[in-house]
């Protein structure tokens, strides 16, 4: 199929560019100029009925981003003047257009080694619901659906300049999605070593559970749940470990559990860590040697 030539002096938010459709991780970096031009427009002047003139320029330039499955779309600006250019996003999927506020003021905070990260800072809002009480504390943003995932669908970016002189932009996006892997963080220092268990040397504590009770010292487990009656009270003292779950394979199993396996109810949506070697991975997949990775992205990351 042929590339469609129209120039963004012609593109509206009826018309805009297409970035894509995606389902993995990937990195867009738009550039271009805003602001009035002075050329000739129309035709020229002759004895006919005249449309002709001085003027041109745009102060919009219009794209639009297909996401295949639910992720979220980051966008930040870059040099030469930031200050005076606006973006904004658009929710293509409702009628009438909903504009998606972009976290410039982000209000979760991860302190990381002593330095405060801004997980969603530059990230489009999810849908604008009056749900914002669905409370979680196993959650990053505790259930306030504004962080959560933009949903499958299309979205527009406008880039717009705030001023009535030419201006040139620069802006990176980045369209990331939830995880589906779930990493382990090991002690050993070559990564070599996985807590996994074959066999439990722990005592059995049967549910339901009728009076107090001590989790010794070398530990208990309880198959599947444990129901805990009113009044009595179970202790683990420190250095103690109390397994509820699945039970453990026997010795002579072929297989091994690892301990702290996710479940399926994972909170995966709720990880944002932004790779900077994913970032720049899925850069090199769609760019030249020659095109250098972004490097106004690189603040956004938090990791290697």
Not at 149 to 175: D, K, Q, W
Not at 247 to 259: L, T
Request: with cysteine; net charge negative.
């Amino acid at each position: 199929m042929a590339r469609n030539q129209v120039g963004q002096t012609q593109r509206t938010q009826n018309n805009p560019l297409v970035l894509g459709t995606f389902d993995t991780t990937a990195v867009r970096y738009l550039r271009g100029s805003l602001g009035p031009q002075y050329k000739v427009v129309g035709r020229a002047d002759t004895n006919q009925t005249s449309n002709g003139g001085i003027g041109g320029g745009t102060f919009n330039h219009w794209f639009q981003i297909n996401l295949s499955s639910p992720g979220w779309i980051i966008a930040t600006k870059g040099p030469p003047r930031p200050q005076y250019i606006q973006i904004s996003a658009y929710d293509l999927n409702k009628t009438p257009i909903q504009g998606d506020p972009i976290f410039d003021a982000d209000s979760i905070r991860v302190n990381s080694n002593g330095e405060i990260y801004l997980p969603y800072i530059n990230s489009v809002m999810s849908a604008q619901s009056d749900l914002y009480n669905q409370f979680s504390r196993l959650r990053l943003d505790r259930g306030d659906e504004r962080y959560y995932p933009l949903n499958a669908g299309s979205y527009l970016i406008c880039i717009s300049s705030t001023r009535n002189e030419p201006l040139n932009y620069e802006v990176a996006v980045v369209i990331e999605f939830p995880p589906t892997e779930a990493f382990f963080e090991l002690e050993d220092l070559d990564g070599s070593v996985c807590l996994q268990e074959t066999e439990l040397d722990a005592e059995n504590i049967v549910s339901p559970i009728t009076v107090d009770t001590i989790i010794p010292a070398t530990g208990g487990y309880t198959i599947s749940l444990c129901q805990i009656n009113n009044g009595v009270t179970v202790t683990v003292p420190d250095g103690a470990t109390w397994f509820i779950g699945d039970a453990i394979p026997a010795k002579d199993f072929d297989d091994f559990k690892i301990v702290l396996e996710p479940g399926d109810d994972a909170y995966f949506d709720t990880i944002h860590d932004h790779s900077l070697s994913e970032w720049r991975g899925a850069w090199e997949n769609e760019h030249q040697d020659t095109e250098p990775f972004p490097e106004i992205l690189v603040p956004l990351t938090n990791r290697p």
